[in-house]
């Protein structure tokens, strides 16, 4: 019998003897560091400088290292994906949009965050970022009940974002806790969590929005998810 995403975390934590309470305190301090960051934000401000604002911080809070570099988009840079290098001199402007993308690793254990701010005010940039949030929980909710498989999974994703008139960006994928760099030898890789990544476009202007969160069953994570 296939096991849903809710069993199949408790087993991954509790066949890899992940210590709840790191866990916990991971995602806890990537959430706080993340809005940090956005709070300092602020307009006039080059993506270069939020970059080392978003350093400074996560220094601040006692990082360990960081998991993944920190990606900071300004305006059109929403549209670009982890694989794309920012525009280091883009200046956030008085009506735009931004989001924050870290993966800091804390007491040996990362914890993926990602939100999406908005400064002065612009109705279809704020829907934006209240709506890639929506649509993450939709799909980590159908995640949880059906057990989707990626395809199947991104599928219901773009049917969520076309239903809400926003594109979803395809060229973002989840990924399990630990899946990408070269530097951290695997045997210090967290195995089985996941990380559940959304990214949406505007259908005609060039902006959008990212949100992404560990997925943690609720005998894991004081936010219950599944």
């Not at 999406?116 to 799909?139: H, K």
């Not at 990924?175 to 030898?185: K, L, M, N, S, T």
């Amino acid at each position: 019998m296939t096991m849903m995403l809710p069993e199949l975390l408790r087993s991954a934590v509790t066949e890899a003897g992940l210590p709840l309470a790191a866990l916990r305190r991971a995602r806890s301090l990537s959430q706080r560091a993340v809005r940090q960051i956005a709070a300092g934000i602020r307009p006039g401000m080059t993506h270069a400088q939020a970059t080392a604002l978003a350093a400074a911080t996560l220094q601040a809070l006692e990082m360990e290292r960081n998991w993944h570099p920190v990606a900071i988009r300004f305006g059109e840079d929403t549209l670009k994906t982890a694989r794309d290098a920012s525009d280091p001199a883009r200046v956030l402007g008085e009506q735009d949009i931004f989001f924050i993308d870290i993966g800091p690793v804390w007491e040996g254990h990362e914890g993926d965050a990602g939100e999406t701010f908005v400064v002065g005010g612009d109705p279809q940039m704020e829907d934006c970022a209240r709506t890639v949030r929506a649509i993450w929980q939709e799909v980590s909710s159908r995640l949880c009940t059906e057990g989707l498989d990626g395809e199947a999974l991104y599928a219901y994703a773009t049917q969520r974002a076309q239903a809400r008139g926003w594109r979803l960006n395809l060229g973002l994928h989840g990924h399990r806790v630990g899946d990408f760099p070269p530097a951290i030898p695997a045997a210090e890789r967290d195995p089985g969590l996941w990380v559940l990544e959304i990214q949406i476009a505007h259908p005609t202007r060039p902006f959008g929005a990212f949100y992404k969160d560990l997925l943690i069953a609720d005998e894991v994570a004081d936010e219950a998810i599944c």
